[in-house]
């Protein structure tokens, strides 16, 4: 009985995580409001490529892409990581305008994803709101998004495009165009009479808009006649500019039908395998994430504060660098939970608060091991421990195994040094 109650727990939390991740996927990336924005990702304009709406609206959820009469040429990729992405935030890029562009797009994308299939996705978002806001912020991005794979025969040149996943309406977008209490109508009354299986027949996404644009007309105009015809984004896109900031009755933005292929940064990869196998574990008992959340009787750990912790007064914290209120309340958070999670996006501290928290830990002669996906991130935690002017106290695993072992070793012989004097 313990071991299903085991086993049912890893497999919900598991779930659970792994259904966050999923919501998390379009909150930290540009193209969920503006598709044209920003060098984290990557896209191909799909009108370009087929005629109609290809794998939303079709039975099968997939299509077949031939290569252009017209020889494609090469077309660079160049992306950034998510830690440089402020620097490019505003800057928009030109969609491309004809077939064979659009191809050697694509197949350069597929081709940089077979090289690192593990930390960028390909994703398929239709249609677009599109406009601009009152308070100026451009809007190009899609209503939904759906996970699609990408397989290409080099023996034909064809690329094949295929759902697979479900279609997630990207609530982000609505986030950033509804206020508060819109969004709640919207969760409330629009939402729970919204179909979102596949696939999607063109006079149910009609009867969607038209009550967008009748629950909100200042911000979404009239829908009339929606087809799966496709419309390029660089029509789109310059048929917005030339009408200025309001489409017909007053409305900011307009529903288009543009269908992109997104070339974007996938969220938590080992993660996601991770969480992927524990649903599927045959026998958690005895595991450590049930022993993170049970306790012996095989019941679920209430969030108190741990047996015998204290809570930290804020004048008690040992935070040598800066910090706010909010990030000083998680120190005061580790007393009280085994597991907590940090978000912010980037520039907001959360470094800091890392480097911050090694130090109080330490200071209650606590052993601290600080990991990350990757090291660049671990390089800015250990650059700003030595500005401390006690490197002796941590050591890094950033380097091959020769130099992580010197520095291990040169380090424990500081340390040794500095301890000699008071044992003697």
Same mark, same amino acid.
């Given at each position: 009985?313990?071991?299903?109650?085991?086993?049912?727990?890893?497999?919900?939390?598991?779930?659970?995580?792994?259904?966050?991740?999923?919501?998390?996927?379009?909150?930290?990336?540009?193209?969920?409001?503006? *598709?044209? /924005?920003?060098?984290?990702?990557?896209?191909?304009? *799909? !009108?370009?490529?087929?005629?109609?709406?290809?794998?939303?609206?079709?039975?099968?959820?997939?299509?077949?892409?031939? &290569?252009?009469?017209?020889?494609?040429?090469?077309?660079?990729?160049? *992306?950034?990581?998510?830690?440089?992405?402020?620097?490019?935030?505003?800057?928009?890029?030109?969609?491309?305008?004809?077939?064979?562009?659009?191809?050697?797009? *694509?197949?350069a994308l597929h081709q940089k994803h077979e090289l690192n299939p593990y930390d960028r996705e390909f994703l398929y978002g239709y249609p677009h709101l599109v406009g601009t806001l009152p308070n100026s912020n451009r809007i190009f991005g899609p209503i939904w998004i759906m996970p699609c794979q990408v397989r290409r025969n080099l023996a034909t040149g064809t690329v094949e495009l295929e759902l697979i996943g479900d279609p997630e309406l990207n609530m982000h977008l609505f986030r950033i165009i509804l206020?508060?209490?819109?969004?709640?109508?919207?969760?409330? @009354?629009?939402?729970?009479?919204?179909?979102?299986?596949?696939?999607?027949?063109?006079?149910?996404?009609?009867?969607?808009? @038209?009550?967008?644009?009748?629950?909100?007309?200042?911000?979404?105009?009239?829908?009339?006649?929606?087809?799966?015809?496709?419309?390029?984004? !660089?029509?789109?896109?310059?048929?917005?500019?030339?009408?200025?900031?309001?489409?017909?009755?007053?409305?900011?933005?307009?529903?288009?039908?543009?269908?992109?292929?997104?070339?974007?940064?996938?969220?938590?990869?080992?993660?996601? !395998?991770?969480?992927?196998?524990? @649903?599927?574990?045959?026998?958690?008992?005895?595991?450590?994430?049930?022993?993170?959340?049970?306790?012996?009787?095989?019941?679920?750990?209430?969030?108190?504060?741990? @047996?015998?912790?204290?809570? &930290?007064?804020?004048?008690?914290?040992?935070?040598?660098?800066?910090?706010?209120?909010?990030?000083?309340?998680? !120190?005061?958070?580790?007393?009280?939970?085994?597991?907590?999670?940090?978000?912010?996006?980037?520039?907001?501290?959360?470094?800091?608060?890392?480097?911050?928290?090694?130090?109080?830990?330490?200071?209650?002669?606590?052993?601290?091991?600080?990991?990350?996906?990757? &090291?660049?991130?671990?390089?800015?935690?250990?650059?700003?421990?030595?500005?401390?002017?006690?490197?002796?106290?941590?050591?890094?695993?950033?380097?091959?195994?020769?130099? /992580?072992?010197?520095?291990?070793?040169?380090?424990?012989?500081?340390?040794?040094?500095?301890?000699?004097?008071?044992?003697?």
């Open positions: 009985m313990r071991r299903n109650k085991s086993t049912n727990l890893s497999s919900q939390l598991a779930g659970y995580y792994l259904k966050g991740l999923e919501q998390a996927r379009s909150v930290t990336i540009s193209y969920a409001v503006n *598709l044209l /924005s920003g060098r984290t990702h990557g896209y191909v304009d *799909l !009108a370009l490529l087929c005629d109609s709406e290809p794998l939303m609206t079709t039975p099968n959820g997939t299509v077949n892409i031939r &290569p252009p009469k017209t020889r494609p040429s090469w077309v660079a990729v160049e *992306l950034t990581d998510t830690e440089e992405a402020e620097a490019f935030a505003d800057l928009e890029t030109e969609p491309d305008t004809d077939q064979a562009t659009a191809f050697a797009r *694509l197949c206020s508060q209490a819109q969004l709640d109508f919207f969760q409330k @009354q629009i939402l729970p009479q919204t179909e979102s299986a596949l696939p999607m027949k063109p006079d149910e996404l009609e009867v969607f808009f @038209q009550k967008l644009a009748n629950a909100f007309p200042q911000i979404i105009a009239r829908v009339s006649g929606w087809t799966p015809k496709l419309k390029r984004i !660089a029509d789109a896109n310059t048929q917005t500019r030339m009408r200025g900031n309001l489409f017909a009755e007053g409305a900011a933005l307009r529903v288009e039908p543009c269908a992109a292929l997104i070339f974007a940064t996938r969220p938590q990869y080992y993660l996601r !395998a991770d969480l992927e196998a524990l @649903q599927t574990i045959s026998d958690a008992n005895g595991s450590v994430i049930v022993a993170l959340f049970e306790n012996a009787e095989g019941k679920v750990k209430p969030p108190d504060k741990r @047996q015998g912790s204290r809570e &930290p007064q804020l004048e008690e914290l040992v935070f040598p660098f800066k910090s706010s209120e909010a990030q000083r309340r998680v !120190a005061q958070a580790i007393e009280r939970h085994q597991v907590i999670y940090i978000w912010g996006p980037p520039g907001t501290g959360k470094s800091e608060t890392i480097c911050n928290l090694v130090c109080h830990l330490v200071a209650q002669g606590k052993t601290v091991l600080v990991s990350s996906q990757k &090291p660049k991130a671990l390089e800015v935690v250990a650059d700003r421990l030595n500005c401390l002017g006690t490197d002796y106290l941590h050591m890094t695993l950033l380097k091959g195994d020769k130099k /992580s072992a010197g520095c291990i070793e040169s380090r424990t012989g500081t340390v040794g040094r500095l301890l000699k004097p008071i044992s003697s």
